[in-house]
DNA sequence: TTGATGATACGGACCGTCTCGTATCGGATC
DNA sequence: GATCCGATACGAGACGGTCCGTATCATCAA
């Protein structure tokens, strides 16, 4: 038995016109106002081939998370070995993110899309440093003797993005170097 | 000149009905899937009549909030002159609702409705203890001695704000204790 | 021959506006 | 004080639109 198949393969072009259309107009307009019809119009394809291979916007937007093209790679988590000051980077970058008109929106809604979709939860935790990056670079760093050993690294982790994503709603101007500073001076070894 | 009206004045009952509508289906639905029409229906009323007061589904749901409508006083921090330990019993209780499954809708509910509409992220930064409560309750254990005097309040709540938030997203099982403990432990007095 | 594609038609859900007829208020008239 | 009148909120629902998710074309590449 082979499991041969007959007939044309998947078009990777009209999967990359889709993505890219649904990156495109998720950083116009948001989640809630981004539409099947919209993207389908925008790549130039017809609905059904959307359905045919995703059930959902959400899945949609899930993927283009994964593919990377909703958040800039500026978000990649520097190792100089400094800690803090790594941190710090990091955090003013997504802060400075966050700030720009544009970048709000998108943060936003973002989040909005994540809190009704657990795919997207999990994605963009992933892409914003969750388990892997912020937690890594935490252990990295009690590793290197700039943070205690037994640091609660999962907490603090939390606890950072927490307030980040949190200031981003309430639209409260964070500082980056006190946001990080408190959270480490109280754990440095 | 006078600002008197004439006619019929605003009907308490319809006011009362719509809000008690939208708060039982945004538990029941969740944010997206509540609609102008529905609540309408629950409400016996006429559309109209909504819009004729609430321009949006976030207005809307944003005075549900400040009547208290959607979360549960138990939200109020207590005071007993223990600031761990209120904390503690603070978090724990949010994080119990967050868990149970209705709660946990309406938890993500809330927090995508905020990522949508600034007013409805006010409210519930101040429903769920933004400025006032949390931040209040730490200067309160900081003249109490059991936190440093110049302990960066601010970042704390948000920091502890956020870590629930972020939690409740990616249900991540957060420990009540752990997570006030790794914030209080070494600003303490 | 098989199966993916672009296009488009379809019924249905909601949107937000508009317009009914009805009920209820204040103010003017008697 | 009784009565009428204009203004306005009410419940109900019709209306044109947008978007949903599905179904069905003819077309074209493997």
Redesign the pocket.
Known sequence: MSDR???????????R??LNATATLFAQRGYD?????????E???????????W???GELVAECLIEGLLLPNSFDLPDTGDLRRDLETWTAEVLRVARDPDGELLMRSLIAAAAQNADIAVRLRDSLGGGASVEGRLRAGAAAGQLREDAPFDVLAEALIGAIVVGALARIPSDPARLVGTLLDENTG
């Open positions: 198949r007959s007939g044309p393969v998947r078009s990777e072009a009209a999967r016109a889709i106002h981004l539409t099947m019809e919209g993207v389908a119009a790549a130039g394809v017809g609905k059904q081939t959307i359905y045919r291979w059930r959902s916007k």
